[in-house]
């Protein structure tokens, strides 16, 4: 039995009692400052280091207040400043946070060389998004530390409340971005006694990229594990989920004994094949409704498209962000038991969806399974863990003809065909009553995650560029624009186009701006704009210096430093369309047209380019493909790889002159 068949009813036993209070550090106070922490001069983890933490602690409990199970955190970090560049990475302090999490009881201060102190204002904390070197964007509490100088010790505290916790499972880091002396976390295990008469769930630990110390026992009910001399974590562009290549510790709690992963994951296929049997059952109405959908279609690819489309456009996906629907909305709707109310209904949650696609692709004569898969945006799927915590998504296989097929309907964007791209390429549990089975779910090919670019400009003999443009995107690219904007409004999604091409072009006046499809799950998502850009070509004398490839300007080189930590890490395949005609300001010529040469790496990339004059050579048209078809490489792939992506940056800025003729020429 895992422990969340158990959750339920304990969280309903436990939301009329108080679990446990949360031991804070003691008054709150400051620990003394050693003089030789003050009086060190060079680090002790890495001897580059700017700024070392001389210890990072957390005091981890769980907590039930007003009926609102949670895990509070106290952390507490000492850190000492060695260069100016350390006391300008570090004077900025960002606490990032997720979700429900809150960030708390923030305090501060500053000691400096000669013992000095000086206190953080509260008033100095404000919230803002942070922006990660992957692009991913976060909530955090920040403030500026004072006084912060080289020889300098800074020292703050916080209090993390993660609500969603009692969910028996929780990580926690142990790397920051400077080295760290020492971690130490103190953990009190969860107590049911007097509180549940069942069995009770054991704490396990799992390590993941480093080496568990094991626990000593603490006062007050305390347990701790310290790890020593802890190297920096350094984001690298393009490597792997963070949790996936930096050392945390996951926490958990089961009633299940220890099994191998040979024994534990048939046993947990056929427990998830009875277990989601009842959600996947055929009425008539269901029978009747499988029909009616399919109509006329022959084939099965025709027919799984049909019942899949149906699932995507007719049934409400109520936890879509963009279905208009509030938490309070969704706290009133009913639960739905059966494929058949969902039908019925017309809405669902995500698994609702994907239950009634497998119920009506069972009536139209398929054989269909529940599907337990992990997410490759997170971790790595390990099967050596023999726990389902790491097969949290759920797809339907069907079966055809020999093969197993997979989808995901309850996905609102997902095209047929394929999945999120966190479970593609990923190994797949089916559930079966007799035979479970992992099998491996296909990568979509590049050509169906398409970013087609088209350019119709006019060049004047200042430099400025304008024209209209059309991007439109498939697949992946499509599903992850739409989940961006999908939930924004009109103007903030014309200010998130905006951003985009200021990103890379200053000077672009973006106007007239059409975004299409952003909510349909079918069609592609598509922008339309006008757009001018002052300065885009370099006027030199009687020269004029132009950017061919308009789509790249001002995109910076991929990969740039020399050296590399972490593998190389691609979400998925994808491919690059660009159409560019530009007409040329009367009386200018190329002085030189030359073109980049093309390449292809290994099947891996494919890179053509096509420059040309039409119009009497009064306007030149560009085209550009670009096809990328990997997902992972060593680190000792890496030179190669960056000398791929050096020479895509190095063509991509290829610049041909324009000259203006005399007259009569």
């Not at 904390?125 to 100088?149: D, N, Q, Y």
């Not at 009910?221 to 996951?250: C, Y």
């Not at 790491?390 to 609102?412: C, E, H, M």
């Not at 085209?623 to 792939?637: D, E, G, K, M, V």
Request: aromatic share 12%.
């Amino acid at each position: 039995m895992t422990v969340r068949l158990f959750l339920r009813a304990f969280l309903a036993a436990m939301a009329l009692t108080a679990l446990a209070q949360v031991s804070a550090f003691a008054g709150d106070d400051w620990k003394p400052i050693d003089p030789a922490e003050l009086a060190l001069k060079v680090p002790v983890v890495e001897a580059d280091a700017d700024a070392e933490a001389i210890f990072w602690e957390v005091r981890v409990a769980d907590d039930v207040t007003g009926g609102d199970p949670h895990t509070v955190l106290n952390h507490y970090i000492r850190i000492k400043i060695f260069t100016e560049r350390g006391k300008e990475s570090q004077s900025q302090v960002d606490i990032p946070f997720l979700g429900s999490t809150k960030i708390t009881d923030i305090a501060g201060r500053t000691i400096k060389p000669d013992g000095s102190i000086v206190e953080l204002k509260k008033d100095a904390v404000f919230e803002r998004t942070i922006v990660k070197v992957s692009g991913a964007k976060l909530k955090a509490k920040s403030f500026a530390m004072p006084a912060v100088e080289p020889g300098a010790i800074i020292e703050y505290r916080w209090k993390e409340l993660r609500s969603n916790s009692l969910s028996f499972y929780d990580r926690y880091q142990f790397q920051r971005q400077i080295p760290v002396q020492m971690v130490k976390y103190y953990f009190k295990p969860l107590r049911l006694e007097g509180y549940y008469s069942g069995p009770t769930p054991q704490m396990s630990v799992r390590m993941f990229n480093g080496q568990f110390q094991p626990f000593q026992k603490e006062k007050d009910g305390f347990a701790s594990t310290t790890l020593k001399n802890v190297p920096a974590f350094h984001e690298e562009p393009n490597m792997p989920p963070e949790d996936q290549v930096r050392t945390w510790l996951l926490v958990y709690y089961t009633l299940d004994q220890p099994q191998s992963p040979d024994k534990y994951w048939p046993k947990f296929g056929r427990e998830q094949y009875e277990t989601y049997k009842a959600k996947l059952k055929v009425n008539d109405e269901v029978k009747k409704a499988a029909a009616t959908i399919i109509g006329d279609a022959t084939t099965p690819d025709q027919k799984l498209e049909r019942l899949f489309d149906f699932c995507r456009t007719k049934i409400k996906n109520v936890n879509d962000d963009a279905s208009g629907l509030t938490a309070a909305d969704r706290a009133k709707l009913k639960a739905n038991e059966t494929p058949a109310d969902t039908l019925k209904r017309g809405m669902g949650k995500s698994t609702d969806i994907d239950y009634l696609f497998a119920a009506l692709a069972t009536a139209a004569g398929f054989e269909a399974r529940m599907v337990r898969i992990g997410d490759r945006g997170d971790t790595f799927f390990d099967p050596s863990f023999a726990d389902d915590y790491q097969l949290q998504s759920y797809d339907i296989a069907i079966k055809v003809g020999n093969d197993w097929r997979f989808f995901d309907p309850g996905s609102t964007y997902v095209p047929f065909g394929m999945l999120r791209w966190q479970e593609e390429g990923q190994q797949a549990l089916i559930c079966d009553s007799k035979e479970p089975t992992f099998v491996r779910t296909p990568l979509t090919p590049p050509e169906k995650s398409l970013e087609k670019r088209r350019a119709q400009l006019t060049l004047s003999e200042d430099g400025t560029l304008e024209g209209d443009v059309q991007i439109e995107y498939t697949g992946h690219l499509a599903v992850i624009k739409k989940e961006e904007n999908d939930d924004d409004s009109p103007e903030q999604r014309e200010q998130n186009l905006r951003d985009m091409i200021k990103a890379r072009m200053s000077t672009a006046e973006v106007s007239d701006i059409k975004i299409e499809n952003v909510t349909d799950p079918i069609k592609p998502f598509v922008y339309r704009f006008h757009v001018v850009v002052p300065g885009y070509a370099q006027r030199t004398g009687k020269r004029l210096f132009l950017q061919p490839a308009f789509f790249e300007k001002g995109v910076p080189a991929l990969f740039t430093a020399s050296n590399r930590k972490h593998q190389i890490y691609f979400h998925y395949p994808w491919m690059e369309t660009d159409s560019v005609t530009i007409n040329l300001p009367k009386g200018f010529a190329p002085d030189n047209a030359d073109q980049p040469a093309p390449f292809n790496a290994n099947d891996l990339a494919k890179y053509e380019v096509k420059i040309g004059l039409v119009s009497k050579n009064e306007q030149l048209v560009f085209t550009r493909n670009w096809t990328f078809n990997a997902l992972i490489f060593p680190q000792t792939s890496y030179n190669g790889l960056k000398k791929v992506f050096e020479l895509l940056h190095e063509n991509d800025n290829h610049t041909i002159s324009l000259k203006q003729q005399a007259a009569g020429q």
